[in-house]
C-alpha cells in the first residue's frame, strides 16, 4: 500500500505561482506513476498531468500546458506539480494520484490517492 500526503496549496492571486506536493509512504514509490487531478466546485474529477514512475516521461493536457509542470524526487518519495501564472479558472482541489498507468486520465486507474489541496486563485 501507499499513502500519500499533500501539501502546499493555498490562497493565491492570479499571476502568482504554487508548488503543489505529494509525499508518499508505505510501499516503494519508485513503482508507482504518478498522476494529478483537479476538482473544481461543482465539477467532475479532471485530469491535469501525469509523470513516469522513473520520472523519465511526463505529461500535462493541452490547457495547462506551459504552466503546469510536474516532477519527482524518488529519493525523497515525493512528487510536486509547479504551477505558474494561477488563473482564477485554476481553482479547485487538486489530487495526486499513484498508479501503474502513465498518463491514463481515468480516476480508476490510479490505486492510491492523496487528501487533496485546496488551491484559491483571486482576480
Known amino acids: 500500500q501507499v499513502q500519500l500526503v499533500q501539501s502546499g496549496g493555498g490562497l493565491v492571486r492570479a499571476g502568482d505561482s504554487l508548488r503543489l506536493s505529494c509525499a508518499a509512504s508505505?510501499?516503494?514509490?519508485?513503482?508507482?506513476?504518478i498522476g494529478w487531478f483537479r476538482q473544481a466546485p461543482g465539477k467532475e474529477r479532471e485530469f491535469v498531468a501525469a509523470?513516469?514512475?522513473?520520472?523519465?516521461?511526463?505529461y500535462s493536457v493541452d490547457s495547462v500546458k506551459g504552466r503546469f509542470t510536474n516532477s519527482r524526487e524518488n529519493a525523497k518519495n515525493t512528487a510536486y506539480l509547479q504551477i505558474n501564472s494561477l488563473k482564477p479558472d485554476d481553482t479547485g482541489v487538486y489530487y495526486c494520484?499513484?498508479?501503474?498507468?502513465?498518463?491514463?486520465?481515468?480516476?480508476?486507474?490510479?490505486?492510491?490517492w492523496g487528501q487533496g489541496t485546496q488551491v484559491t486563485v483571486s482576480s
Open positions: 494520484a499513484a498508479g501503474q498507468s502513465y498518463g491514463s486520465n481515468r480516476p480508476a486507474s490510479y490505486r492510491y
Open positions: 509523470i513516469s514512475r522513473g520520472g523519465r516521461y511526463t
Open positions: 508505505g510501499s516503494t514509490f519508485s513503482n508507482y506513476d
